[in-house]
């Protein structure tokens, strides 16, 4: 008798936001049961189910009814520029590692939680998530470690699988209009004057697609625990502006830089010789071109 197949069963905590809706749509176009979260499905689809980190009575639907295979967790602390600072980033630690616990516990066999590279402190330059030393300056990063170790911890002590993805500077759409790229392309649109802080910041901005891809290849492979994710190239703050303005044709004299040598200078990039660039993953988009595919898909951040 032929054994009928099937398909791993995944869990997608947060699915509507920006990073949770790129994994979604990647994943939904491969051969597996993708059943995403929100803790608010009003307006969503019908494949949404609700489930709120912080209600332990929603952990009991999410892990007796459905019973995934792994659990891929987007959830953390995202208000804008106050989110570094706040305490509640451990109160999103604590509640994700209890929740793994609980996965773990029950039917899931792999959990997937997403990190910063953040992590490796303010200007660590070439990342290598093996050798690099972690060193977290705010509540923001030090939860994110702090949950990382435990997460580690715990997977090991049940047998399970985990994996902590360090994120560098993913971009694409539905991210936050106040971030930097959704920011200039909005300023630049209104054509409004431009004024950068920090120009000779060198960030390693990553297409949320490729982001996606390479989430995929980690739920199907088998990787280090931790793992960064980016593209290996380092590009200026100031050069990403040029682009923009090239692509949508505004006048450079309306820029402005702050060049002074008081201001500190940011350098946070993959180790192109380490994690997931050694294998099958290549990311589809250069800045350049991923920058385009913004625009040509008429992206207007409100």
Same mark, same amino acid.
Request: with cysteine; proline share 4%.
């Given at each position: 008798?032929?054994?009928?197949?099937q &398909?791993? =069963?995944i869990v997608? +905590?947060?699915g509507?936001?920006?990073?949770? %809706?790129?994994?979604? @749509?990647?994943?939904?176009s491969?051969d597996?049961?993708?059943i995403?979260?929100?803790?608010n499905?009003?307006?969503?689809?019908?494949d949404f189910?609700?489930?709120?980190?912080?209600?332990?009575?929603?952990?009991k639907?999410l892990?007796?009814?459905?019973q995934?295979?792994?659990?891929?967790c987007?959830a953390?602390?995202?208000?804008h520029?106050t989110?570094?600072?706040?305490n509640s980033?451990f109160?999103?630690?604590?509640a994700i590692?209890?929740?793994?616990?609980?996965?773990?516990?029950?039917?899931?066999?792999h959990?997937?939680?997403?990190?910063?590279?953040?992590?490796?402190?303010?200007? &660590?330059? =070439?990342c290598n998530s +093996?050798?690099?030393?972690?060193?977290?300056? %705010?509540p923001y990063? @030090?939860?994110?470690v702090?949950?990382?170790a435990?997460l580690h911890?715990?997977?090991?002590?049940?047998g399970k699988?985990?994996?902590?993805?360090?994120?560098f500077q993913?971009?694409?759409?539905?991210?936050?209009?106040?971030?930097?790229i959704p920011?200039?392309?909005?300023?630049?649109?209104q054509?409004?004057?431009?004024n950068?802080?920090?120009?000779?910041?060198?960030l390693?901005?990553?297409?949320i697609?490729?982001?996606?891809a390479?989430?995929r290849?980690?739920?199907?492979?088998?990787?280090?625990?931790?793992?960064n994710?980016?593209t290996?190239?380092?590009?200026?703050?100031?050069?990403?502006?040029?682009?923009?303005?090239? +692509?949508?044709?505004?006048?450079?004299?309306?820029?402005?830089?702050?060049?002074?040598?008081?201001?500190?200078?940011?350098?946070?990039y993959v180790?192109?010789?380490s994690?997931i660039l050694?294998?099958?993953w290549?990311?589809k988009?250069?800045?350049?071109?991923?920058?385009l595919?913004?625009?040509?898909?008429?992206?207007?951040?409100?």
């Amino acid at each position: 008798m032929d054994t009928i197949y099937q &398909p791993l =069963k995944i869990v997608l +905590i947060g699915g509507n936001g920006f990073i949770g %809706n790129a994994i979604y @749509e990647e994943l939904k176009s491969f051969d597996f049961e993708i059943i995403p979260t929100s803790r608010n499905i009003n307006n969503l689809g019908s494949d949404f189910i609700k489930f709120d980190l912080f209600n332990e009575n929603t952990w009991k639907v999410l892990l007796h009814e459905i019973q995934p295979d792994i659990v891929i967790c987007t959830a953390w602390e995202t208000e804008h520029s106050t989110y570094w600072q706040k305490n509640s980033n451990f109160d999103y630690a604590k509640a994700i590692i209890k929740f793994a616990t609980a996965c773990f516990s029950a039917t899931v066999n792999h959990f997937i939680c997403l990190g910063s590279c953040s992590e490796y402190g303010f200007s &660590p330059g =070439k990342c290598n998530s +093996i050798t690099t030393p972690l060193n977290p300056q %705010n509540p923001y990063s @030090e939860s994110k470690v702090f949950a990382s170790a435990e997460l580690h911890a715990i997977s090991n002590k049940y047998g399970k699988k985990a994996n902590w993805i360090r994120l560098f500077q993913p971009y694409g759409l539905k991210e936050n209009p106040l971030r930097l790229i959704p920011s200039l392309i909005m300023n630049m649109s209104q054509d409004k004057v431009i004024n950068i802080n920090t120009p000779n910041d060198m960030l390693d901005f990553t297409h949320i697609s490729d982001v996606a891809a390479a989430i995929r290849l980690i739920v199907m492979g088998n990787y280090n625990f931790s793992v960064n994710i980016g593209t290996g190239i380092a590009t200026s703050i100031s050069n990403l502006t040029y682009m923009l303005s090239d +692509i949508l044709n505004f006048s450079t004299k309306k820029i402005s830089f702050n060049n002074s040598t008081s201001q500190l200078s940011r350098s946070v990039y993959v180790d192109a010789q380490s994690d997931i660039l050694l294998g099958i993953w290549r990311p589809k988009y250069d800045l350049y071109s991923g920058l385009l595919t913004l625009i040509t898909r008429g992206y207007q951040p409100k």
